[in-house]
């Protein structure tokens, strides 16, 4: 918990305060996470390849669109796309470690359920990064981004049931933040269809003088 | 308001983390140790008995 919420914090104050370095020299920061994730790959377990420097930026990623609209939300959104690609490296990094782990000893076929569920998430994940790279999302058309990225939250909820299922010590830490994710989720979507509706309401109040 | 709320329960769960889980133990986990805190369940599944040993070694 102490590590998560410490890295997620340090994330946000680099983010908000170099929000424009790193979208300038992301490739470069892309190849250094790269590095850093093979390189703890090769190593006993530790804090990168046991998937807690993934989620902590995938915190950041998931709450950054559901924030109030400010300072604090501009930089996130601003950065978003790194932060994905960070958080999926790092991630990637850990589920293969697992997965190598699981082979070598002999409990692929009989791993508990949140293993699979881990190895499902890290499916859904990669669409969703490598379309987060910005000279391959300028290849696609904007709706087929959108409507891929909608499996963002199908990834957040297999990531959610991935890390309740371990059933750690920050069983408590994983409920909290993701039922905040959920509350915050309803309430941007609730906010954007109260705009809708206003908006709508607005076109068909003048509907009739410009006709 | 609601990056404020964000912004405290994040402190808070910092703060509770810090009182729960030794800051020792952090600190040996980003060393590199695996710690009771930081052990993997999969080490159980694994194979692995407490301590990190193996059930099998003859060093314990």
Redesign the interface.
């Known amino acids: 918990?102490?590590?998560?919420?410490?890295l997620?914090?340090l994330w946000l104050i680099l983010v908000l305060l170099l929000s424009k370095w790193i979208r300038k020299f992301n490739l470069y920061l892309y190849g250094i996470a790269v590095i850093v994730a093979v390189i703890a790959f090769t190593?006993?377990?530790?804090?990168f390849n046991?998937g807690y420097v993934g989620l902590s930026f995938f915190i950041l990623v998931m709450?950054a669109s559901?924030?109030?609209q400010?300072f604090?939300?501009k930089k996130l959104m601003g950065n978003r796309a790194e932060l994905a690609v960070f958080g999926s490296i790092f991630s990637i990094g850990h589920g293969l470690k697992?997965i190598v782990?699981?082979i070598d000893?002999s409990?692929l076929w009989r791993?508990?359920l949140y293993?699979y569920i881990g190895v499902a998430s890290l499916v859904v994940m990669l669409p969703l990064a490598i379309t987060s790279l910005m000279f391959i999302r300028k290849k696609m058309k904007g709706k087929t981004w959108k409507l891929l990225h909608k499996l963002s939250y199908l990834f957040y909820g297999a990531v959610a049931l991935h890390l309740i299922l371990?059933?750690?010590?920050r069983l408590i830490?994983y409920i909290?933040?993701f039922s905040?994710y959920i509350i915050?989720r309803g309430?941007a979507w609730l906010q954007a269809k109260q705009q809708k509706s206003l908006k709508t309401h607005k076109e068909m109040k003048k509907g009739p003088a410009t006709a | 308001?609601?990056?404020i709320i964000?912004g405290f329960?994040?402190?808070v769960?910092?703060g509770?983390?810090?009182v729960?889980?030794p800051?020792k133990e952090?600190a040996d986990?980003?060393a590199?140790a695996?710690t009771d805190?930081?052990g993997?369940?999969?080490d159980l599944?694994?194979?692995v008995s407490d301590g990190g040993y193996s059930e099998d070694s003859l060093g314990s």
């Open positions: 918990m102490t590590l998560i919420a410490g997620t914090i190593q006993e377990t530790n804090i046991m709450f559901s924030l109030s400010g604090v939300k697992y782990f699981a000893f409990f791993a508990p293993f371990i059933n750690s010590e830490f909290v933040v905040l915050y309430l | 308001m609601k990056n964000l329960f994040l402190i769960l910092l509770i983390g810090i729960r889980e800051i952090t986990f980003i590199g695996s805190t930081y993997t369940q999969i599944i694994a194979g």
